[in-house]
């Protein structure tokens, strides 16, 4: 019981690595580093890591909270820019406890 608990666990941890990253990902990709969060929940489902709008919610303030990207609040939606910092994390020239390490180009 204890050790399905922990492999449970390690699988969420594994998860949360490849969201964010995908997310980072996502924004790099874009004309102006920014989207909205349901642009962003559609790219990151075509790379596999399909999130609820809350669950996406919960990563991006991760990622602010980690200085990756920002957070632009409106009524209806939310625009996230990647930062400097989330930019060399995407590239894999910078690493960040969390967020996937991407694999060499």
């Known amino acids: 019981r204890v050790a399905r608990r922990q492999e449970l666990m390690a699988i969420a941890i594994i998860v949360n690595e490849h969201e964010r990253l995908s997310i980072l990902h996502c924004l790099a990709a874009m004309d102006d580093y920014a989207a909205n969060n349901s642009i962003i929940q559609g790219v990151c489902a075509s790379y596999g890591n399909t999130m609820t709008i809350d669950k996406l919610g919960t990563q991006l303030h991760w990622l602010k909270e980690q ?20 930019l060399d994390v995407e590239r894999g020239l910078a690493t960040t406890p969390g967020v996937k390490r991407p694999g060499p180009r």
């Open 67 to 86: 200085g990756l990207v920002t957070l632009d609040h409106h009524e209806s939606y939310t625009i996230a820019r990647i930062t400097q910092r989330g």
